[in-house]
């Protein structure tokens, strides 16, 4: 699922040493985002070009890091689409030819249902914690910079991903992300916080895509309902369920 939550971590940091302890625990904090032991969330998706808009409406269950599961609800010529994330392994199901496909690491950077996002951005397969080295780069009055670089085996579109995160809130304002020219491609902003379930959360996201064969396109994700620490049955995250009609 996309990757956004509460930073609850040290205060303060140090104005001229930028510890990797430090970018360790938010970093955590990023890769729970929206997430807990067992979560439930409905979700709208909007695509957007200079020639056409869809919206995209889905339920997202998720247990903890490893297990995912979407289920599109409309519009009604997609709903039933479904795609299943169980650790390191991920399905997508097509009611229309009722076929389930496997997507190998190398699709995880493509494109999820035209849309702006990644399969890898909405089934969250990687960590940044395990999948990235990090740190603390750059501090200001208002913000920590987190530098990310992807490790030597790791799958990724991306040279580098930059978080800002609001000292304030301890929220994330943006993210974005450069090629392996050190171009920046895409960024993601975080909008419209509020207390959710308990927490305080950005429950708008907006992702716009930099490059030249992108002028006018972004998606936004909007979070409709969100239940952190449910009980979730792990027949949610199981073939049989992702093949499930409705």
């Known amino acids: 699922m996309i990757r956004f939550c509460v930073f609850s971590v040290l205060i303060c940091l140090s104005t001229s040493v930028f510890a990797k302890a430090d970018a360790l625990q938010l970093l955590k904090k990023i890769d729970e985002l929206y997430r807990s032991q067992g979560s439930k969330a409905l979700m709208q998706m909007q695509v957007i070009t200079p020639n056409w808009t869809r919206t995209i409406k889905m339920d997202i269950w998720t247990k903890g890091l490893d297990y995912t599961f979407v289920r599109i609800l409309e519009p009604r010529k997609d709903r039933g689409v479904s795609s299943l994330k169980r650790k390191n392994e991920m399905w997508n199901f097509f009611p229309k030819i009722n076929k389930v496909i496997k997507v190998p690491p190398s699709m ?8 702006d996002f990644t399969n890898d951005d909405l089934i969250k397969n990687s960590s940044f914690e395990k999948d990235y080295d990090y ?27 930059v978080f800002d995160v609001n000292k304030k809130s301890l929220l994330p304002s943006k993210q974005s992300y450069y090629d392996e020219k050190g171009v920046k491609v895409r960024e993601l902003l975080f909008k419209d916080v509020q207390k959710i379930d308990g927490k305080n959360l950005p429950v708008t996201m907006e992702l716009i895509p930099l490059t030249k064969d992108k002028v006018g396109y972004k998606t936004v994700v909007k979070y409709l309902k969100l239940k952190f620490d449910i009980k979730i049955s792990d027949r949610i995250f199981s073939r049989t369920n992702l093949q499930k009609r409705q």
Not at 108 to 115: C, E, L, V
Not at 135 to 161: D, H
């Open 135 to 161: 740190l603390i780069s750059k501090e200001t009055a208002g913000f920590y910079y987190i530098t990310l670089t992807p490790k030597k085996n790791t799958v990724s579109l991306w040279g580098k991903i």
């Open 108 to 115: 995880m950077m493509g494109s999820w249902m035209g849309s």
